[in-house]
Nanobody, 114 residues
Framework: QVQLVESGGGSVHPGGSLRLSCAASASIFSAVAMGWYRQAPGKQRELVANIISGGSTNYADSVKGRFTISRDKAKNTVYLQMNSLKPEDTAVYYC????????WGQGTQVTVSS
């Protein structure tokens, strides 16, 4: 069983920034992919960004140019840097890792409001 622990969520004003972290109990570099998803109230969970084992990244159109996914081998942690936040970014953000079996973190709340 792989454990994923997210942190870094919070409340910010529009235009602000947050950095989410996802610490894993298994090597993130051995994962097929690591990703960030989000779920807003009343909506389906959606992919925000992911990073494939070789290092390539993918982003939802709604966050391109504002969010950056990265990973740190020494800390075995995946990050999501979120800049220029908008109210529509408000959601619970989840980390997911795919090691053949997919594992989810518990989620962290991000609220963007004035």
């Amino acid at each position: 069983q792989v454990q994923l622990v997210e942190s870094g969520g919070g409340s910010v004003h529009p235009g602000g920034s947050l950095r989410l972290s996802c610490a894993a109990s298994a090597s993130i570099f051995s994962a097929v992919a690591m990703g960030w998803y989000r779920q807003a109230p009343g909506k389906q969970r959606e992919l925000v960004a992911n990073i494939i084992s070789g290092g390539s990244t993918n982003y939802a159109d709604s966050v391109k140019g504002r969010f950056t996914i990265s990973r740190d081998k020494a800390k075995n942690t995946v990050y999501l840097q979120m800049n220029s936040l908008k109210p529509e970014d408000t959601a619970v953000y989840y980390c997911r890792g795919n090691w053949g079996t997919r594992y989810w973190g518990q989620g962290t709340q991000v609220t963007v409001s004035s």
